[in-house]
């Protein structure tokens, strides 16, 4: 007999080889099972009433109907949480090990902590683990002017800059979210989160249990992250139920969200619904319960019925016991919302007869601008009520930095060499000095062509050099400040001015350009196109994605003289053959990329035989060959400030962001066009972005019958 079973005989009266590795794990989760009932015993028995009585957990059933052009109808069940928000950010709902508020709060000094009676030493760790949680950073976005990680604060301040509602914390009490929890530490999509807002009564101590409904905001969620919010006000633009209605409350609101990619963005919203607080009954123990129903009918811009949801449910007590339950009964349906989405959405495309699909837009910004703008205009009379955006990625931070150093080096010469471009010399041109300066240098890179690699001369020419050469000096120029306003208001504006603000005895004007833009990709935009007027003409004109307050201040600022072909009359710059060689690369990329989009204007369409009697696509001043290939003319002005002043890692930087850019639509038109034979309504498909912008700016219409 060996010494360890000899040790092993001594402590377990059992044979060592019938030991399994359960025998060993078992125990101790056990025990933490052990642990966690009994800290959820303890917490159950000091909830408070009134916390249980305005809060609450529903298990509801969502139904989808579709009518035209295809009758399609499912239904599913679905957990949310209605909880109080005083109570939620108060950690008065707080269970351990089932439930939390998450913000960056919790820490050993948390009321949660302070209330649960600890055990053992283990129960730090139990205390990290919980089943459901509520986040902040899943619902609205705090500001500079907001308390962080605060739910109520961060609505209230959209109340008030997106609806513009005066102190809504003045006359607003109680606000009850219905919503969906994190589960298990994945957040799942939030399809729709509904506050409703009750009336702030003069005094609480007095007042009813629940006062008056006030507002009902409906919080749209897509599958891009993106949030948009509705708001219905009690007894304004209210329809009077029938008398056989089962709702108390009817609104119609104009859309203006992309929701579901097999709808547009025109229409309205018909929605239907009752305070869940009206109608309350005794539950199975004797507690208060109330009835959630909801109705949404989608009608079509000619006021046709086009699909409907509906939501109802019972909403339960928050107790430990309820919320134990719950979890036991249905473990997996948090995890099965987004599953279900896009199972139901492949059978919608890929079934019979399939229903084509729009591709995301940008989000709205500017609601006149946006209800006749691009391929998938929002209705008429909409408000914008976006609260939630995507993030910025690297490829948009990098364009940033680069286009708001090139405008901030712009601004500070802008008294001196941002010129008005006048009818009479639209062309920026040399001095006879500067030209002088030209002939007498020797060789020079021309960034448009792609022959001068034998260009040994590493010899550069200063900053001040070059913007003499490429700009007339004119003491009316001005002051210029460019405003950068994102729709997205919790970021910061960008305002770019002079190093020396103008005042009222300097003998030149100010201007002031600001360009609005619905999500970061503008500043890819402004990289990914030849020219920047190109770029503006294809983003704001056709695509509604962007806007400037003033196209020609915009060309000036962008140092877009134009010559008779409409392109850049620019000098020559000579540079040192690495700067060359990265220039020609940058345009190399940005011919490929339009010689593309180019390709999908095909040259048997009806509509296109009238253009290709003409020299150019795009009428003056723009010129973008049809007879001949097209190569981007010469250098971008966004460019040139790396390029001469040998600043490489920024030119690497945009070509690895041309080179990223490119690849990424050419993969999305190869797996979506190509290998998953996804059909568009025509005419959104992204790759014609250039053959929509063609046919806008010379007024053809789009054929419904052109594939893309």
């Known amino acids: 007999m060996s010494t360890s079973d000899l040790i092993v005989r001594s402590l377990i009266p059992i044979s060592p080889k019938s030991i399994t590795l359960l025998d060993l794990i078992l125990p101790p989760i056990l025990i933490c099972l052990s642990i966690a009932i009994f800290d959820i015993q303890y917490y159950n028995k000091k909830l408070n009433k009134l916390v249980l009585l305005n809060s609450h957990l529903f298990n509801n059933q969502t139904q989808h109907a579709r009518f035209i052009p295809k009758k399609h109808q499912f239904n599913y069940s679905l957990i949310q949480f209605g909880v109080h928000l005083d109570h939620l950010e108060q950690h008065e709902l707080d269970i351990p090990h089932l ?58 301040n959209q109340l008030e800059t997106l609806f513009h509602i005066p102190n809504p914390d003045h006359h607003i009490g109680k606000v009850y979210l219905i919503s969906m929890p994190t589960y298990l530490g994945f957040t799942s999509i939030n399809p729709l989160s509904i506050y409703f807002c009750y009336e702030k009564p003069e005094e609480p101590s007095k007042s009813a249990r629940h006062p008056p409904l006030k507002y009902v905001i409906l919080d749209v969620q897509n599958t891009f992250d993106e949030r948009h919010s509705y708001l219905l006000t009690v007894g304004i633009d209210e329809l009077t139920p029938s008398q056989s209605s089962e709702f108390q409350h009817e609104w119609i609101v104009p859309r203006a969200f992309h929701v579901s990619p097999f709808n547009d963005r025109k229409g309205s919203y018909k929605v239907s619904l009752s305070d869940p607080f009206s109608d309350t009954h005794p539950d199975q123990d ?28 019972t909403g339960v007590p928050f107790t430990a016991r309820n919320l134990l339950g719950m979890w036991l009964r249905y473990p997996v349906v948090l995890f099965l919302t987004s599953a279900r989405i896009i199972y139901e959405s492949f059978k919608l495309h890929m079934g019979r007869p399939r229903l084509n699909v729009y591709p995301r837009p940008e989000p709205a910004f ?30 948009t931070k990098w364009a940033q930095n680069i286009v708001v150093d090139y405008l901030t080096r712009r601004v500070a010469d802008s008294h001196h060499d941002i010129v008005p ?41 200063s900053e001040d050099d070059m913007d003499r050469k490429n700009m007339q000096q004119d003491s009316s120029g001005g002051h210029i400040t460019v405003v950068l306003q994102p729709a997205d208001r919790t970021q ?52 509604g994605t962007w806007k400037v307050s003033s196209v020609e201040l915009f060309r000036r600022v962008f140092s877009e003289g134009t010559g008779a072909e409409g392109v850049y009359e620019r000098g020559p710059v000579r540079l040192g053959r690495a700067s060359g060689l990265l220039g020609r690369w940058i345009n190399g990329l940005r011919s490929v990329y339009f010689r593309w989009l180019l390709a999908f204007i095909p040259a048997h369409e009806s509509h296109t035989g009238p253009l290709r009697r ?30 001469h002043a040998s600043n490489h ?17 050419l993969v999305y038109y190869w797996l979506f066009n190509r290998l998953l034979r996804f059909r568009f309504v025509h005419p959104t498909h992204p790759w014609l972005v250039l053959k929509r912008a063609v046919f806008h700016a010379n007024r053809i219409p789009l054929s419904p019958s052109s594939h893309g």
């Open 286 to 313: 004797g507690s208060d319960a109330i009835n959630l129903k909801v109705k949404i009918l989608l009608l079509t811009a000619s006021g046709e019925k086009k699909f409907m949801a509906t939501l109802r449910g």
């Open 649 to 665: 890692a920024t030119s690497l930087r945009i070509c690895l962001l041309l080179a990223h850019s490119i690849v990424a639509q």
């Open 366 to 395: 500017d609601p006149q601008f946006a209800a006749t703008k691009g391929p998938n205009p929002i209705q008429q009379g909409a408000t914008i009520g976006a609260t939630g955006w995507q993030k910025p990625d690297w490829r």
């Open 421 to 461: 471009l006048h009818p009479s010399n639209p062309t920026t041109t040399l001095s006879s000095s500067a030209e002088k300066e030209v002939s007498s240098l020797g060789s020079f890179v021309d960034l448009g062509t792609s022959s001068h690699d034998d260009d040994d001369d590493d010899d550069e020419i």
């Open 492 to 543: 910061e504006t960008i305002v770019i001015s002079p190093p020396h603000a103008p005042n009222e005895h300097d003998s030149v004007g100010s201007e002031t350009l600001t360009i609005e833009y619905g999500s970061p990709s503008f500043f890819l935009d402004l990289l990914l196109y030849p020219t920047p007027s190109l770029a503006q003409l294809i983003c704001e004109e056709s695509e």
């Open 99 to 156: 439930f939390r508020y998450l913000n960056n709060n919790n820490n050993n000094n948390n009321k949660q902590h302070q209330n649960t009676y600890h055990l053992n030493p283990f129960t730090w760790l139990l205390n990290t683990l919980h089943i459901f949680e509520i986040k902040p950073q899943s619902y609205f976005k705090s500001s500079s002017s907001t308390p962080p990680h605060s739910i109520k604060a961060s609505f209230f």
């Open 614 to 643: 003409r020299a150019s696509w795009f009428p003056p001043p723009h010129f973008v060959p049809i007879h001949e290939p097209f190569t981007a003319p010469r250098s971008s002005p966004l460019d040139l400030p790396s390029l």
